[in-house]
């Protein structure tokens, strides 16, 4: 009988320790199941999410391009100050990442704005993998930089503009920009207050400057460039303000010239900018040995001190507002 008992016993113990297995062999299976199952949904809720995302078909330069219709992470590949910063800053789109020009001049208008924006290299050689890092969804450049183009792309649906075809128009550039980002409203809101800015200007500035000329040196390390007013970004502004260039701008249009030093009368004017963009060039410009040259002081616009220097190469409307202000700084006390 107690064998028997213990045989019993033995048996009853055993069945419950085949339960506890089962119960928890299929608990873990259950368990992988439903890790399993919330995988397959997640991830099926990540893709219904990428697939519902909005696109458009826009043309660039380099052909057509699926962007979303309202882009969240942008990068662009652009010096500090270029047509790109510009125009993000004036429609409130901060960029994820950015290009820097370490030898440019700053233009400290755009410092807030950019101030927590990683940089992705330099503008000539950005860093693919510092921009595959970001996770752009679309990524702007020029046409200049278009051998990055194929594998720039694969990072992300990718812009290519050139800002110079038919003329440098940043109102035309600006409009582009702003309607592939879905900011065309916006884009023509700040535009109306430019044309408000140059018509108060002509107003007040108009009859006082009609008899004046203007003329434009670029400084590119010791050579000094004229270039045509269709290349220039600000000088569309001055001819919005009313500002006359020299006859000898008529025949440039989009080309430019290296002057020599014997033809720099044949470019005075009653008012001379100088434009520089390295900051070598601006920080030891009072040592250019040009200035020291008889001919440099014999320019009407040098010996009545109506010399200026500029950076205005923004390219957007923050440059135009500035071209504006300057403007009446450089002309209400000489007129």
């Known amino acids: 009988m107690r064998k028997r008992a213990i045989h019993k016993t033995a048996v009853f113990f055993l069945s419950l320790v085949f339960v506890a297995i089962f ?13 399993q199952s919330e995988s397959s949904a997640q991830t099926a809720l990540e893709r219904s999410e990428q697939d519902s995302i909005a696109t ?9 391009v699926e962007i979303p219709l309202q882009p969240q992470r942008i990068v662009v590949l652009d010096a500090i100050g270029s047509f790109y910063i510009d125009a993000l800053s004036s429609l409130g789109i901060q960029p994820v990442g950015v290009t820097r020009c370490a030898d440019c001049i700053a233009l400290n208008y755009f410092d807030e704005f ?46 290519i503009m050139d800002i110079f075809s038919e003329g440098n ?21 700040v535009l109306a207050n430019y044309d408000a800015q140059i018509q108060e200007f002509r107003q007040q500035m108009g009859d006082k400057l009609k008899n004046k000329t203007v ?7 010791s050579a000094v460039h004229v270039y045509g007013p269709d290349i220039l970004a ?15 701008y008529e025949d440039l249009g989009s080309n430019h010239l290296r002057l020599s030093l014997e033809s720099l009368p044949n470019w005075d004017a009653d008012f001379l900018f100088l434009d520089l963009f390295y900051k070598e ?12 040259e008889p001919l440099w002081s014999s320019l009407n616009a040098v010996q009545k001190d109506q010399v200026y220097v500029t950076n205005w190469y923004g390219g957007g409307p923050v440059m135009a507002n500035q071209v504006i202000d300057d ?7 000489m007129l």
């Open 169 to 189: 128009d940043f109102k035309r550039n600006f409009r582009y920009l702003a309607e592939i980002l879905g900011k065309s409203n916006q884009a023509e809101v």
């Open 281 to 292: 060039e601006f920080e030891s410009i009072d040592s250019l040995s040009l200035f020291t």
């Open 234 to 248: 600000y000088a569309q502004v001055l001819r919005d303000a009313g500002i006359q260039f020299i006859p000898a």
């Open 215 to 221: 003329s434009l040196f670029s400084f590119w390390g």
């Open 327 to 333: 403007l009446y700084e450089y002309f209400s006390e």
């Open 56 to 64: 458009k078909t826009v043309g660039h330069a380099l052909g057509q």
């Open 23 to 35: 119960a928890v062999t299929a608990c873990d299976s259950n368990t992988q199941r439903t890790e």
């Open 114 to 159: 950019l101030q927590d924006v990683p940089s992705v290299g330099n503008d000539s050689r950005p860093s693919l993998e510092t921009i595959l890092g970001l996770e752009p969804d679309l990524i702007l450049g020029y046409s200049w930089q278009r051998n990055f183009y194929p594998r720039l792309s694969e990072i992300a649906p990718t812009v």
